[in-house]
Nanobody
Framework: QVQLVDSGGGLVQDGGSLRLSCAASGRTFSTYNLGWFRQAPGKEREFVARISSSGGNTYYADSVKGRFTISRDNAKNTVYLQMNSLKSEDTAVYYC?????????WGQGTQVTVSS
């Protein structure tokens, strides 16, 4: 069982920045592939970014490439999402995601609102 706790959301103006954090339980955090997804009102949940267990490989949705950066600190059991140049269309609830041996776990979500 893996528990994920998302934090760091808030209200920011267009062009601003936020850093989301996701703290994970488990003694094998360094083996987890981790990701961020988001869900805007009335829309399906969509992929944002993911990072390999070592942190050496990262992948991004086209809509955030060049603006968002995913990273991890295995010593702190935490994954981050640095979001820069935020736009109103980035407004959504952001969820941390982890897949461990075929079991998928989700954080509780953190709201990001970008005002224009």
């Amino acid at each position: 069982q893996v528990q994920l706790v998302d934090s760091g959301g808030g209200l920011v103006q267009d062009g601003g920045s936020l850093r989301l954090s996701c703290a994970a339980s488990g003694r094998t955090f360094s083996t987890y592939n981790l990701g961020w997804f988001r869900q805007a009102p009335g829309k399906e949940r969509e992929f944002v970014a993911r990072i390999s267990s070592s942190g050496g490989n990262t992948y991004y949705a086209d809509s955030v490439k060049g603006r968002f950066t995913i990273s991890r600190d295995n010593a702190k059991n935490t994954v981050y999402l640095q979001m820069n140049s935020l736009k109103s269309e980035d407004t959504a609830v952001y969820y941390c995601n982890c897949n461990v041996l075929g079991n998928v776990y989700w954080g509780q979500g953190t709201q990001v609102t970008v005002s224009s």
